[in-house]
């Protein structure tokens, strides 16, 4: 059965760090990029960051760039993002989704159920 499960939310505090992960069973997730998304209360989803496959190249959105690194263990078939000086802007459900394609082409695949990141103090 294909699966992606993401792990690692929390409550933290503004300034504070999280690092979330992204782990798939029933297919090798090193075949494609994978992206994270998220979607705040009242909000459409937005994409947040991308890797591809092999960790070349990844790309972010412009509200996280500096804060925010994405990378992946394909030993372990799973994508981390690792968020740090978080805001509370940054609140919201994070999911990770694997691409269609080895690099980042905007189109997913398989969906996770989603992590709550919440920034409050």
């Known amino acids: 059965q294909l699966q992606i499960v993401e792990s690692g939310g929390g409550l933290v505090q503004p300034g504070g760090s999280l690092r979330l992960s992204c782990a798939a069973s029933g297919f090798t997730l090193d075949y494609y990029a994978v992206g994270w998304f998220r979607q705040a209360p009242g909000k459409e989803r937005e994409a947040v960051s991308c890797?591809?496959?092999?960790?070349?190249?990844?790309n972010y959105a412009d509200s996280v760039k500096g804060r925010f690194t994405i990378s992946r263990d394909n030993a372990k078939n799973t994508v981390y993002l690792q968020m740090n000086s978080l805001k509370p802007e940054d609140t919201g459900i994070y999911f990770c989704?694997?691409?269609?394609?080895?690099?980042?082409?905007?189109?997913?695949?398989?969906w996770g159920q989603g992590t709550q990141v919440t920034v409050a103090s």
């Open positions: 890797i591809s496959n092999s960790g070349s190249n990844t």
């Open positions: 989704a694997s691409d269609l394609f080895y690099y980042c082409s905007g189109q997913s695949l398989h």
